[in-house]
């Protein structure tokens, strides 16, 4: 025991006691609040597109452009509104600062008035040779558009931009042109436009109930949905944890090899308490990402929890579904499972290797192995019935990220039971195979080749004497 402890020791200070391990540990918060960031910073910092309209009917076509284009602004905040609704639930205070929000114009386009509608005198502005006086000083020319109607029925718009890639705002007038010609279409025959628009605002209502429970009980609430969503988030983080811990072993099992200290600690210690120190020593790092990013995540719970209570929102309700027992209690043991297979098999095969490079070889059906539960997750937020996302959560190597997705899904316990049995029978057996073929990669008894050789059908035939 006291060799696996001096092992895993010095396994978990080899990590934290270096740079790269706390800029890791601070990269995972920073690329979240980074990507949450980011697209608003992107779209803040969208240079503003000046442009020029010229409706060569009179003004008709493009009353109407304008018109459609802000009926279909409505349409996306009312569908926006829906969503916000569909997973806070239909709060009056939240939906009152989200209609606030919603008024915000930033789309990036303003119109502006050239003093000419001739194209021969706004193509220096559009090519940059000339600039436009505005609010925010000489501006080039994003775009000149032309709408025409040559014959009843036909309207043309002709759209003239050097910016090859930003077509945004080509497609809102072109859709909005589209509406208003589809709406003149039925007026022209007989239909009353107030009918047109009556009908547009019919929306039925949609209740969502459980026939497990009765009345009022039967509805469905937001928090319901939520273990849900923490399942699928708890399987990727699982899956980014354990790959990201089973290459550390990996990189540092072939740097050993290959500079001999491997060598220097079988003279003191045994194969498998080396190979039970390191993975004991490299949960201790994982442990201590996970402590550390949970604690920045109750941290960030509570500060949203202020902000949902003051919103009259079930805040308490919400996180105790997202902190519920029955979940993350199997995804501790399926974290801890899957990391020992894993573990186990990465530790074997980097016994086996000398480099890198030669770890590649070995590393792709393994990689194949890892890869199919992200694709089998993704299936099973949509359909956690399905026949094969049942049958692979059966498989061992894949239970421990497939059953966190189908577990508040209600599934069986003998399914659960079952698959849970399995995938510890499996582990069991994979590291004591893992055990010996590290044994024997630490002893230079086998090799990448020796591997391969396993897989090969017959051989060589010897020469004809």
Known sequence: MRNIYLIARREFLSYVATWGFWLSLLSVPLFMALGFGMPILIENSQPTRYYVLVDETGGRLEEAVFEQIDRSREDQAEQAREAAREILGDNPQLGEAFDNSMQLDNDGYIRVEAGTTDLNELRPYLTGDAELETADGPQP????????????GRVEMAYWSTNLTDRDLRRDIRDALRDYMHLRHLVENGVDPALIEAAEDLEPVVRELNPERTDEAAEVTESERLPIVMGVATAFGLWIVIFSVVNMLLTAMIEEKGNKVLEMMLASARHHEILTG???????????????WGGLASIGGLA???????????????????FDPALLGPAIGYFIVGYLMYGAVFLAIGSLCETIQDAQTLMSPMMLVMMMPLFLVMMAIDAPDSPIVAIASWIPLWTPFIMLVRLPQDIGMIEIIGSTLGMVVTAMIVIWGAGVLFRMGALNQANQDTVKSWFQFGGKKKAAG
């Open 141 to 152: 020319l994003f775009a000149a558009i032309f709408l025409s109607e040559p014959v009843p």
């Open 278 to 292: 390191k993975l004991l020593g490299v949960a201790a790092v994982s442990a201590t990402l996970l402590i550390f």
């Open 304 to 322: 949203i929890q202020q902000l949902m209570a003051a919103a009259d929102i079930p805040a308490a309700e919400i996180l105790a579904a997202l």
